[in-house]
């Protein structure tokens, strides 16, 4: 390590520092010089840097990267006031629920009203549900997967929308009674698109975005994130919450590496070449030290909770269905294929079985790119698609390991062979798969906590506590594992290992002071890790050191 000290460096020492770097896994001290780290080793090391900070032997990881979130969702729901409501609410009690969800709204506020969180698969929803307390203004329900959502009959006027109003194709639609007219239940992205403009006409069209944007990201600086990969950032030519970033980046506002994302949803809604061209008009304008406009994002299928999710075979308890192609295959590759071309990396959302195996197909129909490969979510896999990951070599596997929580409807809808075969993340793993972690969270706290997904991830093969998560045991993995799926291996989705993900001398000073050392506590004291402190280019936008 270097032993001249100058002004403008500072020496952390005392410490347990887990790296996330195979050459030296694990150190005692660093030196951070201008924003970078400078060396790693061992405390006598960086005895003669007078600017030192004693870590008093507490935990340091490296700065964590959530390689799929919504945080701008987050933002958005702020800026529409979006009322939560119980995912459990029935059709019959939907009107008081949200009858006591908007008592406090203004009555001269004409704006559209919006509420998130509704569980649309439990019972047969639908406008009347809505106007029976709320008549006079557009209301507009968000299922809490974000694939579904449910207008009143006042919505569907504005809009537009009507028996003559076209689908966006079998598989993203307008439910309709038997005589052809719209219930007010919109499924799937593409037909959800017709209704974004009530959305935007609920938000504070007035407001300033730096400060919704700044405290959402605070709050993932205070978890200890410093890059966040937001999938789908933006889906048409509006670029206010891009400009918004990139003026931030410039004032020095921003708490963390911001990595956004073009949202395609098939040639009906955009043609992909006018997709790509508006990824290349935001990485034009809005590129910045800290704000990159790298990926396309691409839908697959939907979720098992809407029965959406593309499956080979019928669902257990719908056998009527095998869920929702929201992007044809053909249209996914071409989309993928022009992407990749213009140099922008990959990302597809799929969850069943066959929209992995559409995913996949894709992705490795487009051989060698300069951006990266990733299938997100990734929830059920066969064998057929766990060799096909396998054999690419070059594809991401991302996903969210809280998901392997178990829940009262997944074995109903999947069955239980189905049911015993999700998330492989451990089999991934022995193939020589890159597994990233993230959220998909829109700061929801149940999600957004790292260590909460590190318990998860390990308790899922824990003798004692397994029953709280998805079978089989064999796919439980360890806390190093989790550690690089949320460090190093996010990094590297994002083409950004050169910079971050790792406590390695030239790479960004991003790094996490921790209240316990997440590599030996107890399994059960690991989900209340917190960070006492997070450094992004050498800079605290979190805690105290």
């Not at 520092?17 to 195979?22: E, H, L, Q, R």
């Not at 060396?39 to 840097?49: F, L, P």
Request: aromatic fraction near 8%; glycine fraction near 10%.
């Amino acid at each position: 390590m270097a032993q001249n000290a100058h002004r403008g460096e500072i020496a952390y020492y005392n410490g347990t520092v887990y790296t996330a770097d195979g050459r030296c896994p694990k150190a005692e001290a660093f030196l951070v010089r201008d924003g970078r780290f400078h060396a790693v080793g061992g405390s006598e090391d960086v005895a003669r840097c007078p600017n030192r900070v004693d870590l008093r032997g507490r935990c340091v990881i490296p700065g964590l990267v959530d390689s799929h979130c919504h945080a701008l969702a987050g933002v958005s729901q702020a800026l529409m006031r979006v009322a939560q409501i119980d995912a459990a609410t029935t059709p019959e009690r939907l009107g008081d629920a949200l009858r006591a969800a908007f008592a406090d709204r203004a009555p001269e506020d004409a704006r559209p009203l919006a509420a998130m969180g509704l569980d649309l698969t439990r019972g047969t929803f639908s406008a009347r549900d809505i106007d029976s307390a709320i008549s006079d203004r557009a209301v507009v329900v968000l299922s809490g997967d974000g694939h579904a959502l449910l207008l009143n009959s006042r919505a569907m006027e504005t809009l537009g929308i009507d028996r003559d109003t076209e689908d966006c194709g079998a598989d993203s639609y307008f439910e309709r009674d038997g005589g052809g007219n719209p219930t007010g239940l919109v499924l799937e992205p593409p037909a959800m698109m017709r209704c974004k403009s009530l959305l935007d006409a609920a938000a504070d069209a007035a407001a300033d975005l730096t400060e919704p944007l700044g405290t959402v990201l605070d709050a993932y600086a205070a978890l200890g994130y410093t890059t966040i990969f937001e999938a789908m950032s933006v889906d048409d030519g509006e670029a206010s919450f891009p400009e918004a970033l990139y003026r931030m980046d410039a004032e020095g506002r921003l708490p963390l590496r911001f990595s956004g994302s073009f949202g395609y949803h098939g040639e009906d809604v955009l043609p992909a070449r006018e997709a790509v061209a508006l990824l290349k008009g935001l990485q034009r304008r809005f590129s910045s030290e800290h704000v990159f406009w790298q990926t396309m994002k691409l839908f697959a299928d939907g979720t098992v909770e809407e029965r959406t999710a593309l499956l080979y075979e019928p669902y257990a308890d719908a056998p009527d269905t095998r869920g929702s192609e929201v992007t044809k295959e053909r249209e996914l590759a071409e989309a993928a294929r022009r992407a990749a071309a213009a140099g922008f990396s990959v990302h597809i959302h799929a969850i069943g079985d066959r929209a992995v195996g559409n995913a996949l197909r894709t992705l490795r129909g487009l051989g060698k790119i300069a951006g990266t490969k990733t299938v997100a979510h990734n929830q059920l896999y066969g064998a057929a698609e766990v060799a096909a990951l396998s054999a690419a070599g070059d594809v991401f596997f991302q996903t969210t390991p809280h998901w392997a929580v178990a829940d009262e409807y997944t074995e109903r809808a999947l069955g239980r062979e189905r049911f015993l075969r999700q998330f492989p993340v451990a089999t991934m793993l022995r193939g020589g798969v890159t597994v990233s972690f993230g959220s998909d969270s829109c700061l929801e706290p149940a999600t957004a906590n790292a260590f909460l997904g590190m318990y998860y991830a390990e308790a899922r093969g824990d003798a004692e506590r397994c029953k709280e998560c998805y079978p089989p045991r064999s796919e439980g993995i360890g806390r190093l594992d989790s550690l690089r799926a949320y460090t190093i291996n996010g990094a590297r989705q994002l083409g950004l290992e050169r910079e971050t993900g790792s406590i390695t001398p030239g790479k960004s000073a991003d790094f996490v002071i921790l209240d316990r050392d997440v590599m030996t506590c107890p399994l059960e004291e690991l989900k209340e890790t917190r960070a006492v402190a997070t450094c992004f280019c050498g800079r605290m936008t979190a805690g105290e050191a």
